[in-house]
């Protein structure tokens, strides 16, 4: 049911209720009226033919008719005459007063007052005097149904005047109602002209700041899904870069192991005939071919320094525990006095190629980081394992994080991180348990 219908079925029952009561009390007067009316006729009526009986006494009946006759009707009363033996000889006329219309039953029954019949006794018979108070009734019916009427016309006045009212009032409703279901089809922009009323308006004003809330969060939902688009696009770019970053490390690192492994061996070899054949005699062509095998072999160990940076073998061929514990162990033999160790606790024994490669990638570039700039004498390695990630941290006991930390250019954290991303993992730096920094990262397995 529309509001506008609630509010005319209110005023309809509170006007009914009101020309009800005044029902009730017209009634209520009419009862009171007609009581007071007819008892007073009654009493009049009683007084004057007890009066008259007094004169008429010596006449007889016949000269009582006669009077009575003459009198005709007397108001609000039924006069009737009886002889000695009971018999009517007389009835008072009907009322010639609104004659031929009565009140209704009920009505009647409503306000009629209940009185007995006076009896006059007089010579050779007697008269009796009953209340007619039907007149006055029916006057009273007449007065209470013109004051219907006028209260019905006045009821249906007032309700075309408050149809026509809500109707204009409640007119900015429709509007409201209408951007409310533009709003929610994805109309964002619907907005609400000044509406009529101070009601109307407020909600308007609300309605309106309401819009401009709901399409400002959209917007900036769809920034954030454009964002988060863009960076899944990116993570998935880089992680193709470094893919194929590792695969031309692999490539090239096959390439020094193959090629020019081979060729610093050779020349070592050929160096080291050289030294045979000429003898203790040549001492210079010795010299000169001592120099050659000693720089084949720096070369040699250079190219293999480089081989283990660019592509562990051991991380293709052994798996992530061997290749960390190789990348420690020449770790140590850089840095003698720092104290190195490596942990592992349930480290599944299968990972995968692009996830094996991100966990030493984050534990190289920590342990360089640490190395390099934290000054610190013992660091340490864990990778553990958990149902559906491996988590890998690196702790020392440096000079922890510098203030300046996070400014741009550290590619090294963000490289770390990207590379956590773009496997759907997490990495966070921050200040160690024990001093110095922590490194921590959680790679999903799946």
Same mark, same amino acid.
């Given at each position: 049911?529309?509001?506008?219908?609630?509010?005319?079925?209110?005023?309809?029952?509170?006007?009914?209720?009101?020309?009800?009561?005044?029902?009730?009390?017209?009634?209520?007067?009419?009862?009171?009226?007609?009581?007071?009316?007819? !008892?007073? *006729?009654?009493?009049?009526?009683?007084?004057?033919?007890?009066?008259? =009986?007094?004169?008429?006494?010596?006449?007889?009946?016949?000269?009582?008719?006669?009077?009575?006759?003459?009198?005709?009707?007397?108001?609000?009363? %039924?006069?009737?005459?009886?002889?000695?033996?009971?018999?009517?000889?007389?009835? =008072? &006329?009907?009322?010639?007063?609104?004659?031929? $219309?009565?009140?209704?039953?009920?009505?009647?029954?409503?306000?009629? &007052?209940?009185?007995?019949?006076?009896?006059?006794?007089? =010579?050779?018979?007697?008269?009796?005097?009953?209340?007619?108070?039907?007149?006055?009734?029916?006057?009273?019916? %007449?007065?209470?149904?013109?004051?219907?009427?006028?209260?019905?016309?006045?009821?249906?006045?007032?309700?075309?005047?408050?149809?026509?009212? +809500?109707?204009?009032?409640?007119?900015?409703? #429709?509007?409201?109602?209408?951007?409310? !279901?533009?709003?929610?089809?994805? %109309?964002?922009?619907?907005?609400?002209?000044?509406? &009529?009323?101070?009601?109307?308006?407020?909600?308007?004003? @609300?309605?309106?700041?309401?819009?401009?809330?709901?399409?400002?969060?959209?917007?900036?939902?769809?920034?954030?899904?454009?964002?988060?688009?863009?960076?899944? $696009?990116?993570?998935?770019?880089?992680?193709?870069?470094?893919?194929?970053?590792?695969?031309?490390?692999?490539?090239?690192? $096959?390439?020094?192991?193959?090629?020019?492994?081979?060729?610093?061996? @050779?020349?070592? +070899?050929?160096?080291?005939?050289?030294?045979?054949?000429?003898?203790?005699?040549?001492?210079?062509?010795?010299?000169?071919? $001592?120099?050659?095998? !000693?720089? @084949?072999?720096?070369?040699?160990?250079?190219?293999?320094?480089?081989? =283990?940076?660019?592509?562990?073998?051991?991380? %293709?061929?052994?798996?992530?525990?061997? @290749?960390?514990?190789?990348?420690?162990?020449?770790? #140590?033999?850089?840095?003698?006095?720092?104290?190195?160790?490596?942990?592992?606790?349930?480290?599944?024994?299968?990972? /995968?190629?692009?996830?094996?490669?991100?966990?030493?990638?984050?534990?190289?570039?920590?342990?360089?980081?640490?190395?390099?700039? *934290?000054?610190?004498?013992?660091?340490?390695?864990?990778?553990?394992?958990?149902?559906?990630?491996?988590?890998?941290?690196? !702790?020392?006991?440096? *000079?922890?994080?510098?203030?300046?930390?996070?400014?741009?250019?550290?590619?090294?954290? #963000?490289?770390?991180?990207?590379?956590?991303?773009?496997?759907?993992?997490?990495?966070?730096?921050?200040?160690?348990?024990? /001093?110095?920094?922590?490194?921590?990262?959680?790679? &999903?397995?799946?």
């Amino acid at each position: 049911m529309s509001l506008r219908a609630q509010i005319n079925l209110i005023l309809l029952a509170l006007m009914a209720l009101c020309i009800g009561l005044l029902c009730y009390q017209q009634v209520n007067n009419t009862r009171a009226s007609v009581r007071e009316e007819v !008892e007073g *006729s009654n009493i009049v009526a009683t007084h004057l033919l007890t009066r008259m =009986s007094w004169v008429y006494a010596q006449a007889g009946i016949g000269a009582m008719v006669t009077f009575l006759g003459s009198v005709g009707h007397v108001r609000a009363n %039924d006069v009737s005459l009886y002889d000695a033996d009971g018999k009517l000889v007389y009835h =008072s &006329p009907p009322p010639q007063y609104k004659i031929g $219309r009565d009140a209704p039953a009920w009505f009647t029954r409503m306000v009629a &007052p209940e009185l007995s019949p006076q009896e006059i006794s007089i =010579s050779g018979g007697r008269l009796v005097i009953q209340a007619d108070p039907s007149r006055a009734i029916l006057d009273g019916w %007449d007065e209470l149904n013109r004051l219907a009427r006028i209260a019905l016309g006045i009821c249906l006045a007032a309700l075309a005047a408050a149809f026509w009212m +809500s109707r204009r009032a409640l007119a900015p409703m #429709r509007q409201i109602v209408t951007a409310l !279901e533009g709003m929610e089809k994805g %109309d964002y922009h619907t907005r609400l002209s000044d509406l &009529p009323g101070s009601e109307a308006r407020l909600m308007g004003t @609300a309605f309106n700041r309401m819009a401009q809330a709901v399409q400002d969060a959209a917007a900036a939902r769809r920034a954030a899904s454009d964002a988060q688009t863009d960076l899944q $696009r990116h993570r998935e770019l880089t992680q193709i870069i470094q893919t194929h970053i590792e695969a031309e490390r692999r490539s090239i690192a $096959r390439e020094l192991h193959d090629e020019m492994g081979q060729s610093i061996t @050779a020349i070592k +070899s050929m160096g080291q005939s050289i030294i045979q054949r000429a003898g203790p005699a040549d001492e210079r062509t010795v010299g000169i071919a $001592r120099l050659i095998v !000693e720089t @084949a072999g720096r070369l040699y160990d250079s190219v293999h320094e480089l081989i =283990s940076r660019l592509r562990p073998f051991a991380l %293709d061929d052994f798996g992530l525990a061997d @290749a960390l514990r190789d990348l420690v162990s020449d770790l #140590r033999k850089q840095h003698p006095d720092v104290e190195l160790s490596v942990a592992f606790a349930d480290l599944p024994p299968q990972l /995968g190629t692009t996830l094996a490669t991100c966990a030493y990638r984050i534990v190289q570039e920590s342990l360089t980081n640490a190395l390099r700039h *934290s000054g610190a004498g013992r660091i340490l390695v864990h990778v553990a394992g958990a149902p559906s990630k491996i988590v890998v941290r690196i !702790e020392d006991n440096g *000079s922890g994080l510098p203030p300046d930390w996070q400014r741009p250019g550290h590619f090294g954290v #963000r490289g770390m991180r990207e590379r956590a991303a773009a496997l759907g993992g997490s990495l966070q730096v921050a200040d160690g348990a024990h /001093g110095g920094a922590a490194v921590v990262a959680e790679l &999903p397995l799946y």
